[in-house]
């Protein structure tokens, strides 16, 4: 069975620093998605990683995955107010008939 | 382009009774997959349509079903609500099979 698991579930920063949110899963995947959700708000893709060593960026967000290691980062540079929100990652594979399992969330606060 | 539209927004219905969500996805998009999210139980993948045919569930009892029409719209039934049933219940759409995922804003349902 596959299975997501992030850490961490919750998370505090101040602004200006560096943080990294771990997506960990159990079997071999085909793709490994990030999906930002603001509070009351749906989903909002960020970034689909297909590949070993797949890194993509988007302004302070960095996301990469190691398919040997069956892990993806998501590593936030400088943060921002803006960025806080709760934060998921999604894989799917053959082995799930290619539905989408998805992890339980990273709820990221930054505070000024 | 227009985002993906989920009706109602808000829904209050009562144990044992059933309820329709309706979905319009994306133009010229063809996947529909529906998601219900709950405090507890995260993120759990129901069911996906490509081209008006179901083809993947997931682990949801029967009261669960859904269809795809012709022009793409979807619409998922909850028969005999129970109030484990209360839920955001999501709407995403994709050109072809878990591409990038464009999510609409959800209706929440409350079981009273």
């Known amino acids: 069975e596959l299975k997501v698991e992030q850490n961490p579930l919750f998370l505090s920063m101040q602004e200006g620093k560096n943080y990294t949110i771990y997506c960990n899963y159990s079997?071999?995947?085909?793709?490994l998605y990030w999906y930002r959700q603001d509070p009351g708000k749906s989903l909002e893709s960020l970034f689909v990683l297909l590949s070993n060593g797949a890194v993509k960026q988007e302004g302070r967000l960095m996301a990469s995955l190691d398919t040997k290691a069956r892990l993806s980062t998501l590593h936030i540079t400088a943060a921002v107010h803006d960025l806080s929100a709760t934060y998921f990652c999604a894989v799917d594979s053959a082995r799930s008939n290619y539905q989408l399992i998805w992890g339980a969330g990273t709820k990221l606060i930054i505070k000024p | 382009k227009a985002g993906v539209t989920q009706t109602p927004r808000y829904l209050i219905k009562t144990r044992g009774q059933q309820v329709t969500l309706s979905c319009s996805p994306i133009s010229g998009h063809r996947s529909v997959s529906w998601y219900q999210q709950t405090p507890g139980q995260g993120l759990q993948f129901l069911f996906e349509?490509?081209?008006?045919?179901?083809?993947n569930k997931g682990n949801f009892p029967g009261r669960f079903s859904g269809r795809q029409f012709s022009n793409s719209r979807s619409e998922m039934n909850v028969s005999t609500l129970e109030l484990g049933d209360s839920a955001l219940y999501l709407c995403?759409?994709?050109?072809?099979?878990?591409?990038?995922?464009?999510f609409g804003s959800g209706t929440q349902l409350s079981v009273l």
């Open positions: 995403a759409s994709s050109f072809r099979n878990n591409e990038k995922l464009f």
């Open positions: 349509y490509f081209s008006e045919t179901q083809r």
């Open positions: 079997t071999t995947s085909d793709r």
